[in-house]
């Protein structure tokens, strides 16, 4: 597995061995070994979720505020842009934002642990999302930040408006969100 840093410390890009011939590919989607050894990270994941969407449906930014997630992400089908933006006040990344395609021909994972949010925008007619957590979901600490707050300016690779949740048009601005300290 090659690792790629990003500019938040933590947040790490992943690419698995791909092992393709003219019947398909195969690769191991994860392997507590090979990513403890890769990363220097031994997550314990509790909950798989697999969401589909369509061309410009952007889901998030979402985070978890009490029992915070790390999250493990991958798009199996289709292409998304992935986005982890730093939520932690005592960072000196707090606000800062980084993203990368993830698809099903690059094969790209992000790892993503708490204290982060997490948004993604579909790209393809159709993309499916997956993503392993290291918490369960919690409605009640579930907390979602503006997709477009000029104060991080995630550069979206947008070619109209969004499709967008009811919660996620309506989310605050990082300047009047609760987030990690």
Same mark, same amino acid.
């Given at each position: ?19 393709? +011939? ?17 990363? !220097? ?14 061309? !410009? ?12 997630? !790390? ?10 842009? +992935?986005?982890?933006? +730093? @939520? ?15 698809? +099903? ?9 708490? !204290? ?6 579909? @790209? ?56 990690? @300290?």
């Amino acid at each position: 597995m090659n690792v790629i840093p990003t500019p938040l410390a933590g947040v790490l890009i992943l690419e698995p061995k791909v092992f393709s +011939d003219a019947r398909g590919f195969f690769q191991e989607s994860w392997n507590e070994r090979t990513f403890r050894d890769a990363t !220097g990270v031994s997550p314990t994941f509790v909950q798989d979720n697999h969401s589909r969407s369509s061309r !410009g449906v952007l889901r998030g930014i979402h985070y978890q505020l009490v029992k915070a997630q !790390g999250k493990l992400v991958r798009c199996s089908r289709g292409a998304a842009f +992935d986005v982890a933006v +730093d @939520l932690r006040r005592s960072s000196s990344t707090f606000g800062k934002w980084t993203g990368v395609e993830l698809s +099903d021909t690059n094969h790209k994972q992000m790892w993503i642990p708490e !204290g982060f949010g997490h948004a993604f925008l579909v @790209l393809t007619e159709i993309a499916d999302f997956q993503y392993k957590t290291t918490e369960y979901w919690i409605g009640t600490h579930d907390r979602a930040l503006r997709w477009n707050d000029p104060a991080i300016g995630i550069e979206w690779p947008l070619t109209g408006e969004p499709i967008l949740a009811a919660r996620d048009s309506a989310a605050p601005l990082l300047a009047d969100a609760e987030v990690f @300290l």
